[in-house]
């Protein structure tokens, strides 16, 4: 069963991810900002890495660049699922090293199909 390491300082968003995807099937860890998701990425090699952009303590952007730094983690799926739109801030994840973008709210079927493609 594939795991999914769900990065978001709000509870009941993270708790949205984990509901949605554990019922399909997977594997879900949680952490609620990316010093957290850095802790548990260390312990726990996962199969992807669903993150909001603006947490505190530790943003999506320097998540990224973190986990890109960890040997295990150069190829691992990391998705972003944020509110915001913004061009610029998409390309600065995508530079970093995002593979994909997720605006929310995101529906349970998108959210599902975006991480069953990405592991494909």
Same mark, same amino acid.
């Given at each position: 069963?594939?795991?999914?390491?769900?990065?978001?300082? !709000?509870? !009941?968003?993270?708790?949205? *991810?984990?509901?949605?995807?554990?019922?399909?099937?997977?594997?879900?860890?949680?952490?609620?900002?990316?010093?957290?998701?850095?802790?548990?990425?260390?312990?726990? %090699? *996962?199969?992807?890495?669903?993150?909001?952009?603006?947490?505190?303590?530790?943003?999506?952007?320097? %998540?990224?660049?973190?986990?890109?730094?960890?040997?295990?983690?150069?190829?691992?799926?990391?998705?972003?699922?944020?509110?915001?739109?913004? !061009?610029?801030?998409?390309?600065?994840?995508?530079? =970093?090293?995002?593979?994909?973008?997720? *605006?929310?709210?995101? =529906?349970?079927?998108?959210?599902?199909?975006?991480?069953?493609? *990405?592991?494909?």
């Amino acid at each position: 069963m594939p795991s999914i390491l769900a990065v978001d300082d !709000s509870a !009941s968003l993270r708790e949205m *991810v984990r509901f949605t995807l554990s019922e399909a099937g997977f594997d879900v860890l949680e952490a609620e900002d990316g010093v957290q998701a850095l802790e548990v990425a260390r312990k726990t %090699l *996962v199969d992807a890495v669903i993150a909001d952009v603006h947490m505190p303590n530790m943003d999506g952007i320097e %998540l990224i660049k973190h986990l890109r730094a960890l040997s295990g983690y150069k190829f691992v799926p990391i998705l972003m699922l944020t509110t915001d739109a913004d !061009s610029n801030l998409k390309k600065e994840a995508a530079a =970093s090293g995002a593979t994909g973008w997720l *605006v929310k709210p995101f =529906s349970p079927d998108r959210l599902l199909a975006t991480v069953q493609r *990405v592991l494909e």
